[in-house]
């Protein structure tokens, strides 16, 4: 494969072009995690653009009601390259089966597509929390539209965090002199009737505590 087709495929998409949806949701569903994802349709643009027309195809096989392996064939030149995934649903469990296996599928060719680098810049990319709009009783959606308005309104934190634990104080520095820790006040009696008894006889005071 040239140089030339390799920057055509891995060429990064208008952010107005990228989609985002919610990984994760905060519990009363203001908040969410968005992350990109391409259109499975501009995924095929994308591959029509450097292949041309009639220079690639998809077949997607059946393996369960909710997922598909998808087989993406690529002709480069005289030589054909096959490409092999499988596809997932992500559609709500209230939709009927063809909309999974139309999910599945579009997930599948998403996914063939990026060992030839499209889209593969946008695994590396960080999710954002953002405001969310509730959908139905459970899940919710990215209130920016697409991946340009969420880098002018998002940031890159949680939307609650714990405050942060002080550090705890360095201790002192250490000194060649020990400091004398407080004696408990029995001990304190005992002391000062063992040195006035000294001054009487006079003794030489040396007291071990």
């Given at each position: 494969m040239s140089d030339e087709l390799i920057q055509k495929l891995i060429a990064k998409f208008p952010p107005e072009q990228v989609q985002l949806k919610a990984k994760n949701v905060t519990k009363d569903r203001t908040k969410c995690l968005a992350v990109p994802y391409l259109d499975a349709r501009d995924v095929a643009e994308r591959l029509t653009e450097v292949f041309g027309l009639g220079g690639w195809s998809i077949n997607h096989q059946v393996v369960s009601e909710k997922?598909?392996?998808?087989?993406?064939?690529?002709?480069?030149?005289?030589?054909?390259?096959?490409?092999?995934?499988?596809?997932?649903?992500?559609?709500?469990?209230?939709?009927?089966?063809?909309?999974?296996?139309?999910?599945?599928?579009?997930?599948?060719?998403?996914r063939c597509a990026v060992p030839l680098g499209v889209g593969r810049y946008l695994y590396r990319l960080e999710g954002k929390w953002c405001d969310a709009v509730p959908i139905g009783e459970k899940s919710a959606r990215p209130k920016p539209a697409n991946l340009a308005e969420l880098l002018k309104v998002a940031g890159s934190q949680p939307p609650t965090q714990s405050a942060a634990k002080p550090e705890a104080a360095p201790p002192p520095a250490a000194t060649g002199e020990k400091k004398k820790r407080p004696l408990p006040r029995d001990k304190q009696v005992l002391v000062t009737e063992i040195a006035g008894l000294c001054d009487e006889r006079g003794w030489e005071e040396k007291v071990v505590v």
């Open positions: 997922c598909v392996k998808s087989t993406l064939t690529v002709q480069i030149g005289e030589q054909t390259a096959i490409y092999e995934d499988f596809g997932y649903s992500d559609a709500s469990d209230n939709q009927p089966g063809p909309e999974h296996l139309k999910a599945a599928a579009s997930d599948g060719l998403k």
